[in-house]
């Protein structure tokens, strides 16, 4: 069975930094495009960046030049480096696979506020 455990959420001032990772298990991990997702309160779940097994990337418009999404094939593990945090990137962040597998994990929990 898939399992996806996001980590490395948290309260953050505007302007700051934090780096998210998502373990994955019970899936072939370098044979998928991953990708990171988020949901605010009384929004819709949306895509934030995605990576494909080789490492191609792309980004929503709202974070292109502040997130890094990377992989790591060995580790089962993708990570989302966030800087230049805003209070509108508040947000419950999850992973999953391009396009999304029925299974979501608990999601991280990113605030952005002074």
């Known amino acids: 069975q898939v399992q996806l455990v996001e980590s490395g959420g948290g309260l953050v001032q505007p302007g700051g930094s934090l780096r998210l990772s998502c373990a994955a298990s019970?899936?072939?991990?370098?044979?998928?495009?991953m990708g990171w997702y988020r949901q605010a309160p009384g929004n819709g779940r949306e895509s934030v960046a995605t990576i494909t097994s080789g490492g191609t990337t792309t980004y929503a418009d709202s974070v292109k030049g502040r997130f890094a999404i990377s992989r790591d094939n060995a580790k089962n593990t993708v990570y989302l480096q966030m800087n230049s945090l805003k209070p509108e990137d508040t947000a419950v962040y999850y992973c999953n696979t391009v396009p999304t597998g029925t299974l979501w994990g608990q999601g991280t929990q990113v605030t952005v506020s002074s």
């Open positions: 019970g899936l072939f991990f370098a044979g998928y495009r």
